[in-house]
């Protein structure tokens, strides 16, 4: 039996599959994206610091886009929803994540969704994961996709981050009138052009030239396969 399987014997200091490995794992993971950022925190590294072999981190989630969307609490994959927001025509990129943010939030999963959002406003450690998930995952393919230069895309992203957080806030958390009753159509028409502006018009060069980014995970490389290249 090879030695990295799941049922094989670990090695010696590693923690062997049992009911509490996968919350091992998970609360190894969650502490290392947070800290690390996503692109940083490899599979090995959670292995080590859940004191368990790395084949067990892939029997449990499979892949490190699945470890993190399981960190995340996510409500949906964005390996499903990036290729049909990508889909679009260039000019209608910002309707459509608005549209998509839309369908997730005022679906059946938008509860687990806004309860997450809700947290990240008073819990570090929170807000840092879900900022890790909507820039490598959601607004990262988006900016790859568009060909936008490299030294642009952070303050783009974070500037079309304001619209997609903010209206999902607004609708789903605080709940103030008329955005929290208005029709989907009447939202994407309002704020689809100004996401827009943001990902591929002109802009300021001081909202492009601000300050670097100076903590983990506030970059913007590049894209997950899964999404990207549409392998698994």
Same mark, same amino acid.
């Given at each position: 039996?090879? #030695?990295?399987?799941?049922?094989?014997?670990?090695?010696?200091?590693?923690?062997?599959?049992?009911?509490?490995?996968?919350? %091992?794992?998970?609360? &190894?993971?969650?502490?290392?994206? %947070?800290?690390?950022? $996503?692109?940083? %925190?490899?599979?090995?590294?959670?292995?080590?610091?859940?004191?368990?072999?790395?084949?067990?981190?892939?029997? $449990?989630?499979?892949?490190?886009?699945?470890?993190?969307?399981?960190?995340?609490?996510?409500?949906?994959?964005?390996?499903?929803?990036?290729?049909?927001?990508? %889909?679009?025509?260039?000019?209608?990129?910002?309707?459509?994540?608005?549209?998509? @943010?839309?369908?997730?939030?005022?679906?059946?999963?938008?509860?687990?969704?806004?309860?997450?959002?809700?947290?990240?406003?008073?819990?570090?450690?929170?807000?840092?994961?879900?900022?890790?998930?909507?820039?490598?995952?959601?607004? #990262?393919?988006?900016?790859?996709? +568009?060909?936008?230069?490299?030294?642009? &895309?952070?303050?783009?992203?974070?500037?079309?981050?304001?619209?997609?957080?903010?209206?999902?806030?607004?609708?789903?958390? +605080?709940?103030?009138?008329? @955005?929290?009753?208005?029709?989907?159509?009447? +939202? @994407?028409?309002?704020?689809?052009?100004?996401?827009?502006? $943001?990902?591929?018009?002109?802009?300021?060069?001081?909202?492009?030239?601000?300050?670097?980014?100076?903590?983990?995970?506030?970059?913007?490389? #590049?894209?997950?396969?899964?999404?990207?290249?549409?392998?698994?």
């Amino acid at each position: 039996m090879n #030695r990295d399987s799941p049922g094989a014997h670990p090695r010696a200091g590693r923690r062997p599959g049992n009911p509490g490995t996968r919350e %091992a794992i998970l609360a &190894a993971a969650r502490h290392l994206f %947070a800290d690390k950022g $996503y692109d940083s %925190a490899s599979i090995r590294a959670v292995a080590t610091r859940a004191e368990v072999d790395p084949a067990l981190v892939h029997h $449990y989630f499979g892949t490190k886009d699945k470890l993190f969307l399981a960190c995340v609490s996510a409500p949906f994959d964005p390996a499903d929803l990036m290729p049909k927001v990508l %889909a679009a025509p260039r000019a209608e990129l910002g309707d459509a994540l608005v549209r998509a @943010v839309l369908d997730i939030w005022d679906s059946p999963a938008g509860s687990a969704a806004a309860a997450l959002l809700g947290s990240s406003l008073n819990n570090e450690w929170i807000a840092r994961l879900l900022r890790e998930f909507l820039t490598t995952q959601v607004l #990262r393919p988006a900016i790859e996709h +568009l060909g936008i230069d490299e030294q642009e &895309a952070p303050a783009r992203a974070a500037l079309a981050a304001t619209q997609l957080i903010g209206l999902a806030v607004i609708r789903h958390v +605080l709940k103030l009138e008329p @955005v929290a009753s208005a029709p989907p159509d009447h +939202l @994407v028409a309002a704020t689809g052009p100004t996401v827009q502006r $943001y990902l591929t018009e002109d802009l300021p060069a001081a909202q492009l030239n601000g300050p670097g980014p100076t903590k983990a995970g506030s970059a913007l490389p #590049r894209a997950p396969r899964s999404i990207s290249q549409g392998t698994t």
